[in-house]
């Protein structure tokens, strides 16, 4: 059995060392395969983001160690992901976004780094506040590629041929869920942005990026462990907030000036600034 000696609450640790604490506390957690979790069934999903920092997480995985599995791949239980984001050339999707349009798609190439699959996935997000994701997989992001148009002129609202790379996203991933899977709780870091317009990079260092997936409105353990840290819905766009924190200075980022800040705050814990130079906030 695997043992892990809470560090003391007053306690800080360098982003690195807390990565390291951090899988050393994923390895005490009981795992769950792929295949077991096939059996979590999110017929009526609801999603909600939180964001915190590395610290707070440490804090969140050691309360959570006796309610959650953690998911599982050969081994692997913080895993790379890496992801292509493509937008119109007017930048119409984040924009959408900006304007606080709820009725909004994206559109990316997700690669799971440790099995090398990739696939290319649109997300559309209505009215009511609901998301729905339809991917196929792929081997390339060659958007001439008739499949892939097909696949796009049936599920996007948009000119294949307007749309090109606007942002690079590589994170790392864990994933827990509760002991009776009514719930999916992804957490996110090691966040690296990269403009692949403009080549402007931003690495987030010590952001966290917390997704609550339950069924509706089910008990959830994690929400009072949540609500215990300190760490409060929050939402959080990968896309729009890699956009405004690389665009310098050249698309609108009123709408998310506010989550820019906080952003700031969190990730500045270890660091004495991480600068917003060139973006009006």
Not at 160 to 187: C, G, M, W, Y
Not at 219 to 244: D, N
């Amino acid at each position: 059995m695997n043992f892990f000696v809470p560090l003391p609450l007053n306690e800080t640790l360098s982003i690195q060392e807390s990565m390291s604490t951090i899988n050393e506390l994923l390895e005490t957690f009981t795992p769950i395969t792929l295949e077991q979790m096939s059996s979590v069934k999110l017929m009526n999903r609801t999603d909600t983001k939180f964001v915190t920092n590395l610290d707070k997480l440490r804090q969140l995985l050691e309360m959570a160690q006796a309610d959650y599995y953690v998911q599982d791949i050969d081994g692997g239980r913080n895993l790379e992901y890496d992801t292509t984001y493509f937008d119109t050339t007017d930048f119409d999707m984040y924009c959408q976004h900006q304007m606080g349009h709820t009725n909004r798609q994206k559109i990316r190439f997700r690669t799971y780094c440790v099995s090398g699959l990739q696939f290319m996935e649109v997300k559309t997000k209505n009215n009511h506040g609901r998301t729905k994701k339809k991917r196929i997989e792929v081997s390339d992001m060659d958007l001439a590629d008739e499949e892939k148009r097909q696949f796009l002129a049936k599920h996007l609202r948009y000119v294949v041929d307007s749309l090109q790379p606007a942002l690079n996203n590589h994170f790392s991933r864990i994933t827990l869920v509760n002991k009776a899977k009514t719930e999916r709780l992804t957490i996110d870091s090691g966040l690296r942005f990269r403009n692949l317009l403009n080549g402007c990079e931003r690495d987030m260092d010590d952001l966290v990026i917390i997704e609550l997936k339950r069924d509706g409105l089910v008990f959830s353990p994690v929400l009072e462990m949540l609500r215990r840290l300190r760490i409060h819905p929050h939402g959080y766009s990968k896309y729009c907030m890699g956009m405004a924190l690389t665009c310098n200075g050249l698309l609108p980022v009123n709408r998310f000036k506010r989550k820019l800040i906080e952003v700031n705050k969190l990730v500045n814990q270890y660091n004495s600034s991480i600068t917003f130079n060139r973006i009006r906030i």
